[in-house]
């Protein structure tokens, strides 16, 4: 069951009705039956990764919290995040490692006589094994004291809205929320609906729509060059973020119906003028995840500028490889490492050089071209993100060029779904223009959320404005999603 499927839409309704109708004392058990039902539709066997990973966390932050000694802490923290990574590793890259040997060394498996390995990976157990892990290293940094009713933790690290896909949340700010009572709020509740209602848009009328095109061009990638290749890699940028962002929005909302706040994590990232700023926009529950538990453990930036280099360059290698295990994944994340150097040395000459180079970067045309040449580098690291194999990759970004007057020419063809060098696109021309009308109408709200709050404008305006908008969405996604279920695209991960 996903957010996007009829199951979800009927159940939800009935999760939270029965949620405010149960004691307060008990509504935590009655959240924890749900989420696990909600986790074990999928596939029942994965069930028993999220137990296993609950079990051993809650035991390492209670040793911990029970150790006389530093040094006791620091084993009980060693074997709580090597015991959650091992199980991560086991489900998710067992069968990358030994693809990896078997290409090494191509007469190893058989001489040693090993299966090859074709897993099937948990949903959502790279983010529920760092939500857990989150929970030990802040008992062992003092943050919180443990949690000693076992099912009140395994709540929080398998509440249904978070587990498939976050936001990655804290235990210091979401633990408690469970011991706080809950009382039904009107407006809290419309805020929550609002907020999955415009999550549910941007998955199944843009990012849904989108995915035609690029599900077309990347999957026979050979197939097409120059200007599909261009219109399909914005089109992934569009889609990969709408449907993250969706997801995230519907499972904020989903939270808040019943009472529980969630970090936010999007704000409006392809405005951003910078790679640093851009991850401080995109992702924000595992960016700030990786801040805090990998990049500053490591010595952040308090050890002189190569071991800072050094760090980044760990942090978003590590990145990649938590995306999934694949070198296009690992060469994402090494890419985007390599563009947060190349802006910190700006920064730098930048300082340096004050008094040349001061009025560089500011005003209003320095800041569109800033917007849009961080928006060209994240498409371009998208490629890599996107294509399946490192060859896929290579030939995109080595057909992507195409002159200006060819494109000039004929974009019109291509709106009419037409492909000049031979196959097709995926959509008719009223399909793609939609698709390009509805990125336009994202990059709208994004610019006008930049200078104020779009949700609370709309509460405030009388209701023959504010209900039509809303029935403007709902109607948009009954009648304009595509035919047929698209999987979120970060639930693989």
């Known amino acids: 069951m996903t957010f996007n499927s009829l199951e979800f839409l009927i159940i939800f309704p009935i999760v939270a009705l029965i949620f405010f109708g149960v004691s307060p004392r008990f509504r935590w058990l009655w959240l924890l039956m749900a989420s696990y039902l909600f986790y074990a539709s999928a596939k029942p066997v994965f069930v028993l990764f999220l137990f296993t990973c609950t079990l051993i966390n809650y035991l390492a932050g209670l040793l911990i919290s029970q150790a006389q000694t530093s ?63 989150s929970y030990v290293i802040d008992v062992y940094q003092g943050k919180r004291a443990p949690e000693y009713n076992f099912g009140i933790f395994a709540l929080y690290v398998s509440f249904f809205p978070l587990i498939l896909s976050g936001p990655i949340e804290r235990s210091t700010r979401l633990l408690p929320q469970f011991r706080q009572p809950v009382s039904f709020d009107f407006n809290r509740v419309a805020s929550g609906l609002r907020l999955m209602l415009w999550g549910f848009f941007q998955k199944v009328v843009i990012a849904d729509r989108l995915a035609v095109v690029v599900n077309q061009v990347y999957g026979n990638p050979t197939d097409y060059q120059g200007i599909s290749l261009i219109i399909a890699t914005i089109f992934f940028t569009f889609q990969v973020y709408c449907d993250f962002s969706g997801y995230s929005d519907i499972a904020i909302g989903a939270a808040r119906v019943m009472g529980y706040e969630v970090m936010h994590n999007f704000r409006q990232p392809y405005f951003s003028r910078s790679i640093p700023e851009f991850w401080h926009r995109w992702h924000i529950s595992l960016s700030t995840w990786f801040r805090d538990y990998l990049y500053i453990p490591l010595g952040g930036n308090r050890k002189g500028r190569w071991t800072l280099y050094r760090n980044i360059m760990i942090v978003f290698i590590i990145s990649g490889f938590w995306h999934g295990a694949n070198w ?166």
């Open 328 to 493: 296009t994944f690992i060469l994402w994340g090494t890419l985007h490492g390599f563009y947060m150097l190349a802006s910190l040395t700006w920064k730098r000459i930048r300082h340096n050089y004050k008094y040349l180079l001061s009025s560089v970067g500011n005003g209003s045309i320095a800041q569109f071209v800033n917007i849009s040449l961080t928006f060209l580098l994240v498409s371009f690291a998208w490629i890599f993100f996107r294509a399946q194999t490192l060859a896929d990759a290579l030939y995109i970004v080595t057909h992507l060029h195409v002159g200006l007057w060819y494109f000039l020419t004929n974009i019109l063809e291509l709106g009419r779904g037409k492909e000049l060098i031979g196959g097709n696109l995926g959509l008719n021309h009223f399909e793609f223009m939609l698709s390009a009308c509805l990125i336009c109408l994202l990059g709208t709200v994004h610019f006008l959320q930049r200078r104020f709050s779009l949700d609370a404008f709309i509460r405030r305006q009388p209701i023959c404005i504010r209900w039509p908008i809303y029935y403007c969405l709902i109607f948009s996604v009954l009648l304009l999603q595509k035919p047929g279920t698209q999987e979120f695209i970060y639930i693989k991960f």
């Open 71 to 133: 040094k006791a802490k620091g084993l009980f923290l060693f074997l709580g995040i090597g015991g959650s990574l091992s199980l991560l590793i086991f489900a998710k890259y067992l069968t990358f490692f030994s693809d990896a040997i078997t290409n090494l060394c191509p007469d190893l498996l058989h001489q040693c006589n090993l299966p090859g390995l074709n897993l099937l990976v948990p949903l959502g157990i790279s983010f529920f094994t760092l939500q857990a892990l």
